[in-house]
């Protein structure tokens, strides 16, 4: 069975909020059900904010969760910041492909080496 969504940590900085969210293996669309609302409430202030995404042994989405995050993206087009997406160079291309028609968000992507660098770009002003 899919893990999917792992965990998520949410850290109040002077440069707005970050969300760190863990994703193991396949992202479901009960995944999304269970992150989407824990995501919003810290948008509910009107603020951008920041997305740290690490994937640890990532297989993709179902298709379910496919359309939850197109859902999601056309919601909140402009309530990110800063995305920093870090696993396994094969995701690089696909990743940045997908994700980028969805958000007006600064997006980069790092390989699973670069957490650090990952880590204090997303908090930058």
Not at 12 to 20: K, M, Q, S
Not at 35 to 43: N, Y
Not at 75 to 100: C, M, P, Q, T, Y
């Amino acid at each position: 069975m899919p893990i999917g969504f792992d965990e998520i940590q949410v850290d109040p900085t002077p440069v707005g909020t970050i969300v760190t969210l863990k994703f193991r293996e396949k992202l479901t669309k009960s995944d999304y059900e269970t992150f989407v609302p824990m995501i919003e409430s810290q948008m509910q202030n009107g603020s951008p904010i920041r997305v740290l995404a690490e994937l640890h042994d990532f297989e993709g989405w179902t298709a379910g969760a496919l359309w939850e995050e197109t859902k999601f993206a056309a919601k909140h087009f402009n309530d990110i910041k800063r995305l920093a997406v870090v696993g396994e160079s094969r995701w690089r291309k696909g990743v940045a492909v997908f994700v980028k028609p969805f958000t007006s968000a600064d997006v980069r992507y790092f390989d699973i080496q670069e957490i650090d660098k990952a880590r204090h770009w997303v908090r930058e002003a």
